[in-house]
């Protein structure tokens, strides 16, 4: 309820918690608290059937003894400094401490205060992690530092700054999985050139927190990314806004790195059912719209459909990309493209050959990827007949005099593409 304010002063619900001079400013504001106060009372009332009045008086009271306790602790000179303390002698000196949370937890939110950005900040809290005391101390001091590092990978006002500044979500979204995946992601992109160049390169305060991640310490954290890029796959948001072919690319890329990365960010589960749901948006009609709308012939539609069928997943794309293609190979359009005379026969049979070929890659049911391949063989058959001599045949001449030009053409291709024998 009170996210803007915090983002206005790139600040995190941790810091407000833990700092003084954080707390004043928010109590003088007046306005913003009373109305976040307001909004959690109407709330509250209507879930216990109770007076919002008195919800608002409750609340009131608790937020008055929480701002007024740090307020008195860093007047009254009890609240720790790394610059002149350690943090590591901290946590070891405040250990037993039965509000040691609380104290070391000021002292990380005023250690984090003069970041100006989110990445600044980020970098000052694995400046005290780099320097956590061995032991049982370490993890008290894990605990408290893993609070912060949540809300800053988390909300959505801070994703720009830690993994670099782009304005798409698609590779915000895969520099959070490579961040997450730790090694696994590491040697995903090792093994495949082309997906390395597609992933985000991890920079500054975030290639150190992925060194961090890909141990044992900071789950929290992990968990906290896997739940960001859920919800953000699960949303309306497109990767790729202004670039529908880049949107396949990016979609394919984030689905190999979180399928290689699966166990550590997401469940196998989990991933296969985001995926069916975004799938679903981009056989919708309007994806299909921009993705074929500057195609120049049908044909490239084709391409451009088959593209689209082979990176969806789940039966119900799978099924909507079948029917797109149907719609395209049916078109009056795409069968006078291949009758044109001014266009070599051979190259026309290369054309429905690798058509065929891209259906059978898609993985549509096989239903549908036969019905598309006999449609195709049709207009192939329909498209120009030869002589087997290979002169071209003369309408009229009876059938049993003549091959389909294309069945005939289409064996010397497959021959003569055989890795065992050269051109």
Known sequence: ?????????????????????????????????????????????????????????????????????PIKDGRSGVLPNFATEPFASVCERLQNNPDRAYLIGCGVALHIGPGKSWGEKLGLLLDLADTMPEGEVRSIALHVLEQPLIEIVGPRSALSDVVGHDPDLGPALAALTRLAGGEAADSLLSLDPNLAAAMSTLKGPAARLALWLDGPHFGGVREAISKRVLKEL??????????????????????????????????IADIQDVFAQRSKRLTANDFVDSLTRDCPTARHQAEALIRLAENVTGGVAKLQ???????????????????????????????????????????????????????????????????????????????????????????????????????
């Not at 699960?234 to 399928?259: C, F, H, Q, Y």
């Not at 009056?332 to 026309?348: I, L, Q, S, V």
């Open 1 to 69: 309820m009170l996210d803007g304010w915090l983002v206005r002063n790139t600040l995190t619900p941790f810091e407000l918690m833990h700092r003084p001079d954080m707390a004043e400013k928010l109590d003088a504001s007046g306005v913003e608290l009373q109305h976040a106060i307001q909004k959690a009372a109407v709330s509250e009332a209507q879930a216990r059937g109770t007076r919002t009045h008195d919800l608002m008086r409750h609340f009131q009271g608790l937020v008055e003894r929480t701002v007024n306790r």
């Open 234 to 267: 699960n949303g309306p948001r497109r990767l790729r806004p202004s670039d529908p072919e880049g949107e396949l690319k990016s979609l394919r890329v984030m689905a190999t790195a979180l399928t290689a990365t699966a166990g550590r960010v997401l469940k």
């Open 321 to 423: 990309a079948a029917h797109w293609l149907a719609s395209i190979f049916g078109a009056n359009r795409f069968e006078k493209e291949f009758r044109n005379p001014a266009e070599p026969p051979t190259a026309r049979m290369t054309l429905l050959a690798r058509l065929q070929r891209g259906i059978m890659r898609g993985r549509l049911t096989d239903e549908n990827s036969q019905s598309l391949i006999v449609l195709l063989g049709e207009i192939g058959g329909a498209g120009t007949f030869a002589r087997t001599d290979g002169y071209a045949a003369e309408p009229g001449q009876h059938p049993d005099q003549w091959v389909s030009y294309f069945e005939r053409n289409l064996r010397c291709f497959e021959v003569f593409t055989r890795p065992t024998l050269t051109r």
